[in-house]
């Protein structure tokens, strides 16, 4: 059943509608055909992404899974390890695809709000000997979406690039929110970037694309990750009309991030004094906002379909959690609206 339009959709930045003016970039988009690298849309883009990431190279991809499986299938070969945090994206949300694509086992590693640290890594990386899987790549994800949107500050970042350095093990960082993570931190993106060797971040969150990620690396690395594209299905044909809503997004869409990092403190606020629910508010640094639920007679499923019949849709996070996400399309009246609905159903 379609979503009601007039619902206030805070489930995901992924449920953003294209704006006019980017509709009419992408209609405007000179393109060419991308797997013979022709389409200078998305050549453009690439370039600027690579760029602004301080990267030699850029590579267009149709999602963000796409972007992490790649780099793991580029980085490692099959048996080897990726050491990573057990809230990752890729362990829980990737339909198993590091397994069942490059026949890499993961080394989970627990964190708060998923972030680990530069001692953890150093001390799960693999001692040569005949009867260990071998370290294949450290994967970080920033900003960190099961730990609620939370900040990997970049001090973190830098030790555990020593320490990969140190051991000759690459680093890849899923940013699908990388550019939140800058406009919360005031860290330029390069920087952010800089311990890793492979980084995308995704146009389809809070930059409001319909579609769309770029990675980028080293020449060396995009080269095997554009063969590894293609044998994964994801290469493109004329893909600037996409990269030209990516474009858009980039000149338009970034510094007003931070409204949706403070309307998303403003929710989760608001919410935290309603007694149904317990929010840790440290953890709401950029647009997301994880609540619990208090109360035993009340779920996640209830209080979701609950609010739902109240026009307000919320993603459901665990048995006792929900997540509500800001973005370009939730301004100050649907939170006001959304607030209104919590309070008439929990007030
Ligand atoms: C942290 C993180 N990584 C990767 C992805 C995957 O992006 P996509 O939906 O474009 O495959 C998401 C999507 O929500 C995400 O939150």
Redesign the pocket.
């Known amino acids: 059943m379609p979503v009601h339009t007039t619902a206030i959709d805070l489930r ?1 930045d ?1 449920v953003t509608h294209p704006t006019a003016a980017m509709r009419a970039a992408m209609a405007a988009a000179e393109v060419g055909d991308d797997v013979y690298r022709e389409d200078p849309t998305t050549n453009y883009l690439q370039e600027r992404v690579a760029r602004l990431l301080d990267k030699e190279m850029g590579l267009f991809f ?7 499986q790649v780099a793991i299938a580029a980085h490692c070969q099959p048996g080897q390890e990726v050491i990573c945090d057990r809230d ?3 362990f829980n ?2 339909s198993g695809a590091a397994a069942r694509l490059s026949g890499v086992q993961l080394h989970m590693l627990p964190g708060p709000y998923g972030l680990i640290s530069a001692e953890q890594v150093e001390a799960s990386i693999r001692q040569v000997d005949i009867h260990n899987p071998q370290t294949g790549l450290i994967l970080l ?1 920033n ?3 099961r730990g609620g949107g939370v900040v990997h500050p970049l001090p973190d970042l830098e030790q555990i690039g020593t320490v990969a350095r140190l051991y000759g093990v690459p680093m890849h960082l ?1 940013g ?2 990388l550019l939140n993570a800058s406009v919360a931190s005031g860290t330029p993106p390069d920087q952010i970037a800089r311990p890793f060797d492979s980084v995308y971040f ?1 146009l ?2 809070g930059l409001g694309c319909p579609v769309g ?1 770029v990675l980028a690396g080293s020449s060396s690395f995009i080269a095997r990750a554009t063969y590894l594209r293609k044998a994964f299905g994801g290469g493109m044909r004329q893909s600037g009309i996409l990269a030209a809503a990516g474009l858009y997004a980039l000149d338009h869409h970034v510094e007003r991030l931070a409204e949706d990092h403070h309307r998303a403190r403003w929710l989760a606020s608001t919410l935290a004094t309603l007694p149904v629910f317990a929010i840790d508010l440290e953890a709401v640094q950029t647009n997301i906002v994880l609540m619990d639920i208090v109360p035993d007679h009340l779920s996640a499923p209830v209080v979701a379909a609950e609010l739902a019949a109240h026009g307000v849709l919320v993603s459901i996070f665990g048995p006792r959690r929900l997540r509500l996400v800001t973005h370009l399309d939730i301004g100050d009246s649907a939170v006001e609206q959304a607030i209104t609905a919590f309070k008439t159903l929990y007030g």
């Open positions: 995901s992924t149709p999602s963000g899974t796409m972007c992490n990752c994206h890729v949300y990737e994800e900003t960190h979406n899923d699908a929110r995704c389809s969150k990620s």
